[in-house]
C-alpha cells in the first residue's frame, strides 16, 4: 500500500506541479507523520524535492548527480518511472547479505541503486559500469562496498565499456547479475549497442544467477544485437509480473 501511495504522490505532483504538505495529506487521507515520511523516502531517490511552502517534481536537470548526464540518458533516467520502481522493489526481494550483485548501466538498474540505498544489510557488494552508480555511492550505507570496473566512457549509455572493462570484469566473481535490454522476443534478449551487448555477455558467463529486469513496454521488442537467449536467464523482472 505505502509503495503505492508514494507512486500516486510522484504522478499527483507531475499534474500538480506543487502542492502543500497539508494538500497531500488531505488527497491521500494520511497522517501528518505518514506524510513526511512518504515526502522523506521520495526526496532521499530524488525523485520529487522540498520547495518553500512544499513539495514539487524534482527537477534534475539542476541536480547535481543528473546534470552531468547528456539529454538522452536523462530522458531515459525519468521514462516509465513508475514501472522501474515496481520492477527495483521487485528486484530487491532477490538480493540478500552477503551477495556480490553487479548492476549494469541501465536506467532500471540506477533505480534498483537507488532502491539498495534505503536498505540495512551488514554486507553487500556492488560491481559496476555505470557512471551515475559510482557518482552517486556516497549515498550508499558506510559499509557497502563497489568495485568499478573502469574501461572507455560511453557518454551515450554514460558507463565504462570496451575491451578495458571486459578484462577487468573477468577478474570478478558475482553471485547476481542485474540488467536491463531494448527489448525481448521470442528469438532473445538485445541491445542497440555492441559494445554493451559484449560487456553484458562476460557478466552473465560469470554470475551465478542472472535476472533481467525491463518493462512491460519493451516486450516483444527487439535490438540489432543480441545479449543472450531467453533460457539463460534465471528470472525475468517486469513491471506486470515476475516470469
Known amino acids: 500500500m505505502k509503495k503505492l501511495r508514494t507512486l500516486e504522490i510522484v504522478e499527483y505532483l507531475k499534474e500538480k506541479k506543487h502542492c502543500s504538505m497539508t494538500e497531500l495529506m488531505e488527497q491521500f487521507k494520511v497522517s501528518p507523520a505518514t506524510i513526511h515520511r512518504d515526502i522523506a523516502e521520495l526526496t532521499s531517490k530524488k525523485l520529487i524535492q522540498k520547495v518553500h511552502g512544499g513539495v514539487t517534481i524534482a527537477n534534475h536537470k539542476s541536480d547535481g548527480g543528473l546534470e552531468q548526464l547528456n539529454s538522452h540518458f536523462s530522458d531515459r533516467v525519468n521514462k516509465n518511472i513508475e514501472k522501474k520502481l515496481i520492477i527495483a522493489e ?8 552477503g551477495d556480490i550483485v553487479f548492476l549494469d548501466s541501465s536506467t532500471t538498474a540506477f533505480h534498483l541503486a537507488r532502491t539498495i540505498q534505503q536498505t540495512n544489510f551488514s554486507n553487500l557488494t ?3 559500469n ?4 559510482i557518482q552517486e555511492f556516497y549515498l550508499f550505507p558506510s559499509h557497502f562496498f563497489l568495485i568499478s570496473v573502469g574501461g572507455n566512457f560511453n557518454c551515450q549509455l554514460n558507463s565504462f565499456l570496451g ?17 536491463s535490454a531494448v527489448g525481448i522476443t521470442e528469438s532473445g534478449i538485445s541491445t ?52
Open 90 to 97: 521487485k528486484a530487491l526481494e532477490h538480493i540478500a547479505d
Open 126 to 128: 556492488i560491481i559496476t
Open 130 to 133: 555505470s557512471i551515475l552508480i
Open 163 to 179: 575491451k578495458t572493462a571486459v578484462e577487468n570484469l573477468k577478474r570478478l566473481k558475482i553471485n547476481k547479475a542485474f540488467f
Open 192 to 243: 542497440f549497442h555492441e559494445t554493451n551487448a559484449e560487456f553484458l555477455k562476460e557478466a552473465l558467463k560469470l554470475a551465478d544467477k542472472k535476472y533481467l529486469l525491463i518493462d512491460s513496454s519493451k516486450f516483444g521488442k527487439a535490438g540489432i544485437f543480441k545479449i543472450c537467449e531467453m533460457e539463460e536467464i534465471d528470472c525475468v523482472i517486469s513491471d506486470e509480473k515476475d516470469k
